[in-house]
């Protein structure tokens, strides 16, 4: 029997990941938008290279559509753990005509975001990108390697992965081709709170129980309190200020909230160990076919 | 829902399903994580949702692990699945791989991080090819763990007669493994949970643990602090800067060589061989972000320094002075191989990757390969097609340093990819590196 715990695996799983993910391609970049598993990864990544600075840039795909708090708490970190940032902005790629905005007040830019990944990594000519993608999130999730394999067009194929033995990883491809890669594939939910609350990592203040203006639609708690979703004449009188807090954070139109007065890391550890819904049950991107996520992953989305 | 494991002492057991088409892994694995409460309301309410849409009598629980548009149509799995729950008393990371045949590199991409695979068998069916095609290859992939899973026992009202011969059958084959696993069988329906979870009332002549019982306890073997001291290096950390760092002080010269302990205990003051050159040097310091380590020990990952200018980079190695590795340019090894349209002949030529390391190598001949029923070596055919297991010579363009698979997972395993497609085409793990004809001692020192 090893000796090690749980998270002392995890960890040093992580970190070989990435560093194998700077030894095997020549641009690597880490995707980070803000979200607690991506502040993990990169806070795993100052670990690999200590105490040399990270090999490689923070990207930022920017939808338009964030919480300030997250804007904030993103520049405060990438000084924090003195990375460079590249942002990829999605309202660019709408500006040039690349890409449609949705419409109505459901429209969200969280599928356009992949044509700013994939129009922000030719331009730099990332060869491989680091996302923060766990299995635990999703079913479709629940089948990629660690090192997923892109074509040229930045589509995945799930039917024909490349076989991933012992740790082994092969990052060989062709010119035009590109890898996602996932340290973090092993970790659960709980693995990344218990891991935030070992290390200390300070995280933005949305993922902790704060009062805010809130709109129910379909089930979901949406913020009404940044006027970045359009809310319909007859949601107007249904605002209601709420004690929550946001499991995920992401793209603001599709990010939604739970009630929670957990406060502090350690009542956020007790709040996922008792859920009975899981952290993307709150995303309505996900709700929008039984294969949502595949269908998205294979056009390129992170 | 995720139980609350105390982080500091919780263990981890990966394990992985094996068996034919249809056995009942994917069922198998949702009945794990129903009854174990590890599911969360969303997701049964979408597969209870699916289920109903595609007419199923019952709530489809295979439908957890098969993701996949193409999964759910055809009712298979096609690729491994990675699931995760906790017990209070263990964390598990659990692979659900395909029974068809034509995915098998799925399953061997399952199996190979495993310490311990679930091998079910359909109670009409008993022992067929299959069975003895994933049992054959966990016991090359040096699984020391398997549980027998006699399954859908309901459907041959839980006869005892019926278990016992599948058990007696399936000893009666694994008997000839050159390596036999510690074999736990268990009567299981995991359509309806008998004994999944919870012992079965259907089952009283059965004594042993329900599977959650036996999983929770198995003892299994990994990589230990008492074998030969390993350390592949990935990369090296050159802050090339004349920055004070808090912990290490000016980094102008830090030169740390970046890996992961694949076994072994390293120390601080160890003396070492650094590969390729196999120069001697000793230990200097042991670092993590945390700061300054006394040691290094398996798993974890480190950037050690040594005394002396050493050349060596990512692909190199280093390893305790009194514990040198073997040095070879040719060797034997066996073989999966995976690919569907091309095959594997003497004079294939591939890239081989071992540890960190990547180099080109060509096959030199073929030995044998294994019938998977009858265990039998023929050298007949010196060609290997799609799912073919057997030995292998390979010569590389210069000399990699390992151990035996048998001694070492880690660095005596590699795969070999394709020049032309970059394809990961085969599995392979060493046997013995090839001795010189007319120099006898060196047969010795080996
Ligand atoms: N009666 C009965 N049926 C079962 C049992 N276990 C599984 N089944 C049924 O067997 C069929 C196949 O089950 P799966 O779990 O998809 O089989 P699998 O081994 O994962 O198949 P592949 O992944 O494609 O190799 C399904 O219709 C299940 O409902 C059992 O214990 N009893
Ligand atoms: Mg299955």
Same mark, same amino acid.
């Given at each position: 029997?090893?000796? @090690?715990?749980?998270?002392?695996?995890?960890?040093?799983?992580?970190?070989?990941?990435?560093?194998?993910?700077?030894?095997?391609?020549?641009?690597?970049?880490?995707?980070?938008?803000?979200?607690?598993?991506?502040?993990?990864?990169?806070?795993?990544?100052?670990?690999?290279?200590? =105490?040399?600075?990270?090999?490689?840039?923070?990207?930022?795909?920017?939808?338009?559509?964030?919480?300030?708090?997250?804007?904030?708490?993103?520049?405060?970190?990438?000084?924090?753990?003195?990375?460079?940032?590249?942002? !990829?902005?999605?309202?660019?790629?709408?500006?040039?005509?690349?890409?449609?905005?949705?419409?109505?007040?459901?429209?969200?830019?969280?599928?356009?975001?992949?044509?700013?990944?994939?129009?922000?990594?030719?331009?730099?000519?990332?060869?491989?990108?680091?996302?923060?993608?766990?299995?635990?999130?999703?079913? %479709?999730?629940?089948?990629?390697?660690?090192?997923?394999?892109?074509?040229?067009?930045?589509?995945?194929?799930?039917?024909?992965?490349?076989?991933?033995?012992?740790?082994?990883?092969?990052?060989?491809?062709?010119?035009?081709?590109?890898?996602?890669?996932?340290?973090?594939?092993?970790?659960?939910?709980?693995?990344?709170?218990?891991? @935030?609350?070992?290390?200390?990592? =300070?995280?933005?203040?949305?993922?902790?129980?704060?009062?805010?203006?809130?709109?129910?639609?379909?089930?979901?708690?949406?913020?009404?309190?940044?006027?970045? *979703?359009?809310?319909?004449?007859?949601?107007?009188?249904?605002?209601?200020?709420?004690?929550?807090?946001?499991?995920?954070?992401?793209?603001?139109?599709? $990010?939604?909230?739970?009630?929670?007065?957990?406060?502090? @890391?350690?009542? *956020?550890?007790?709040?996922?160990?008792?859920?009975?819904?899981?952290?993307?049950?709150?995303?309505?991107?996900?709700?929008?076919?039984?294969?949502?996520?595949?269908?998205?992953?294979?056009?390129?989305?992170? | 829902?995720?139980?609350?494991?105390?982080?500091?002492?919780?263990?981890?057991?990966?394990?992985?399903?094996?068996?034919?088409?249809?056995?009942?892994?994917? $069922?198998?694995?949702? +009945?794990?994580?129903?009854?174990?409460?590890?599911?969360?309301?969303?997701?049964?309410?979408?597969?209870?949702?699916?289920?109903?849409? +595609?007419?199923?009598?019952?709530?489809?629980?295979?439908?957890?692990?098969?993701?996949?548009?193409?999964?759910?149509?055809?009712?298979?799995?096609?690729?491994?699945?990675?699931?995760?729950?906790?017990?209070?008393?263990?964390?598990? @990371?659990?692979?659900?791989?395909?029974?068809?045949?034509?995915?098998?590199?799925?399953?061997? $991409?399952?199996?190979?991080?495993?310490?311990?695979?679930?091998?079910?068998?359909?109670?009409?069916? !008993?022992?067929?090819?299959?069975?003895?095609?994933?049992?054959?290859?966990?016991?090359?992939?040096?699984?020391?763990?398997?549980?027998?899973?006699?399954?859908?026992?309901?459907?041959?009202?839980?006869?005892?007669?019926?278990?016992?011969?599948?058990?007696?059958?399936?000893?009666?084959?694994?008997?000839?493994?050159?390596?036999?696993?510690?074999?736990?069988?268990?009567?299981?329906?995991?359509?309806?949970?008998?004994?999944?979870?919870?012992?079965?009332?259907? $089952? =009283?002549?059965?004594?042993?643990?329900?599977?959650?019982?036996?999983?929770?306890?198995?003892?299994?073997?990994?990589?230990?602090?008492?074998?030969?001291?390993?350390?592949?290096?990935?990369?090296?950390?050159?802050?090339?800067?004349?920055?004070?760092? %808090?912990?290490?002080?000016?980094?102008?010269?830090?030169? !740390?060589?970046? !890996?992961?302990?694949?076994?072994?205990?390293?120390?601080?003051?160890?003396?070492?061989?650094?590969?390729?050159?196999?120069?001697?040097?000793?230990?200097?310091?042991?670092?993590?972000?945390?700061? =300054?380590?006394?040691?290094?020990?398996?798993?974890?990952?480190?950037?050690?320094?040594?005394?002396?200018?050493?050349?060596?980079?990512?692909?190199?190695?280093?390893?305790?002075?009194?514990?040198?590795?073997?040095?070879?340019?040719?060797?034997?090894?066996?073989? #999966?191989?995976?690919?569907?349209?091309?095959?594997?002949?003497?004079?294939? +030529?591939?890239?081989?990757?071992?540890?960190?390391?990547?180099?080109?190598?060509?096959?030199?001949?073929?030995?044998?390969?294994?019938?998977?029923?009858?265990?039998?070596?023929?050298?007949?055919?010196?060609?290997?097609?799609?799912?073919?297991?057997? #030995?292998?010579?390979? +010569? #590389?363009?210069?000399?990699?340093?390992?151990?035996?698979?048998?001694?070492?997972?880690?660095?005596?395993?590699?795969?070999?990819?394709?020049?032309?497609?970059?394809?990961?085409?085969?599995?392979?793990?060493?046997?013995?590196?090839?001795?010189?004809?007319?120099?006898?001692?060196?047969?010795?020192?080996?």
């Amino acid at each position: 029997m090893s000796a @090690i715990t749980h998270l002392q695996f995890l960890e040093s799983e992580a970190i070989y990941i990435l560093r194998e993910t700077a030894a095997q391609f020549q641009k690597p970049a880490l995707l980070f938008s803000g979200g607690k598993d991506s502040i993990v990864m990169a806070w795993l990544a100052r670990k690999a290279f200590y =105490p040399s600075k990270l090999p490689f840039p923070l990207l930022h795909v920017d939808t338009g559509h964030n919480f300030p708090e997250a804007m904030e708490y993103r520049d405060w970190f990438v000084q924090e753990i003195g990375a460079t940032l590249t942002v !990829g902005l999605v309202q660019k790629s709408i500006d040039e005509g690349r890409v449609q905005e949705e419409k109505g007040h459901t429209a969200s830019r969280n599928k356009l975001q992949t044509v700013t990944l994939l129009d922000t990594i030719e331009e730099h000519q990332f060869d491989a990108c680091l996302g923060g993608g766990r299995r635990d999130e999703e079913k %479709a999730r629940a089948k990629e390697r660690f090192f997923s394999h892109r074509d040229e067009f930045g589509q995945w194929d799930p039917k024909n992965q490349r076989p991933e033995l012992w740790n082994i990883f092969n990052g060989r491809k062709h010119f035009g081709e590109h890898f996602r890669v996932f340290p973090l594939s092993n970790w659960t939910e709980m693995d990344i709170w218990q891991y @935030i609350r070992q290390e200390n990592i =300070p995280l933005p203040s949305l993922y902790f129980s704060h009062q805010r203006k809130i709109i129910e639609r379909h089930g979901q708690l949406l913020d009404a309190s940044t006027g970045i *979703i359009p809310l319909l004449d007859e949601e107007k009188p249904r605002v209601k200020e709420m004690t929550i807090r946001f499991r995920t954070v992401g793209d603001a139109t599709c $990010t939604g909230a739970v009630e929670s007065t957990a406060s502090t @890391i350690d009542e *956020i550890v007790a709040e996922v160990a008792a859920a009975r819904q899981t952290e993307r049950g709150t995303r309505a991107d996900d709700k929008r076919s039984e294969t949502a996520m595949e269908d998205r992953k294979k056009e390129g989305y992170f | 829902m995720d139980v609350l494991v105390n982080p500091t002492e919780s263990s981890l057991l990966r394990f992985t399903t094996a068996g034919s088409v249809d056995d009942g892994k994917s $069922t198998l694995i949702g +009945r794990l994580l129903y009854d174990s409460k590890s599911i969360f309301e969303d997701q049964l309410l979408a597969v209870e949702e699916s289920s109903k849409r +595609r007419g199923d009598a019952h709530v489809n629980l295979a439908l957890l692990t098969d993701g996949l548009r193409a999964e759910r149509e055809q009712g298979i799995t096609i690729d491994v699945a990675y699931r995760y729950f906790a017990t209070p008393k263990r964390k598990f @990371i659990i692979a659900d791989t395909p029974g068809h045949i034509q995915y098998t590199r799925n399953m061997v $991409t399952g199996a190979s991080t495993a310490d311990l695979a679930i091998i079910l068998i359909d109670a009409r069916l !008993g022992v067929i090819e299959q069975t003895m095609r994933h049992t054959y290859l966990a016991s090359l992939l040096r699984i020391g763990h398997i549980v027998l899973a006699v399954n859908k026992m309901d459907l041959v009202n839980f006869d005892q007669a019926v278990y016992d011969k599948i058990v007696a059958d399936y000893m009666a084959f694994a008997k000839g493994l050159e390596n036999l696993p510690h074999v736990t069988p268990i009567p299981m329906s995991a359509l309806n949970g008998d004994n999944v979870v919870d012992k079965s009332e259907n $089952t =009283p002549w059965y004594t042993g643990p329900s599977l959650l019982q036996h999983l929770e306890t198995a003892q299994v073997h990994t990589e230990t602090a008492v074998d030969e001291a390993r350390f592949p290096v990935q990369w090296v950390i050159r802050p090339i800067s004349d920055r004070e760092d %808090a912990k290490l002080g000016n980094l102008h010269d830090y030169r !740390g060589f970046a !890996g992961r302990v694949a076994s072994g205990t390293f120390k601080v003051g160890d003396d070492v061989l650094v590969y390729p050159s196999e120069m001697k040097t000793k230990i200097t310091g042991i670092h993590t972000f945390e700061g =300054p380590q006394p040691e290094a020990i398996p798993q974890l990952s480190y950037s050690i320094t040594v005394a002396d200018e050493i050349d060596t980079s990512r692909g190199g190695m280093i390893v305790k002075a009194g514990e040198p590795a073997q040095t070879a340019q040719e060797f034997d090894a066996m073989i #999966c191989w995976f690919a569907d349209k091309k095959t594997l002949k003497p004079r294939s +030529r591939f890239h081989l990757r071992h540890t960190t390391n990547d180099v080109r190598a060509v096959v030199t001949d073929v030995l044998y390969k294994v019938n998977i029923s009858t265990l039998e070596k023929s050298a007949a055919s010196k060609e290997f097609s799609l799912n073919d297991i057997g #030995c292998i010579r390979l +010569r #590389c363009a210069s000399p990699i340093f390992f151990d035996a698979y048998a001694k070492n997972r880690t660095t005596g395993s590699f795969v070999l990819v394709d020049e032309q497609t970059n394809n990961t085409v085969a599995a392979g793990m060493i046997l013995k590196p090839l001795v010189d004809a007319g120099d006898e001692d060196a047969e010795v020192a080996i």
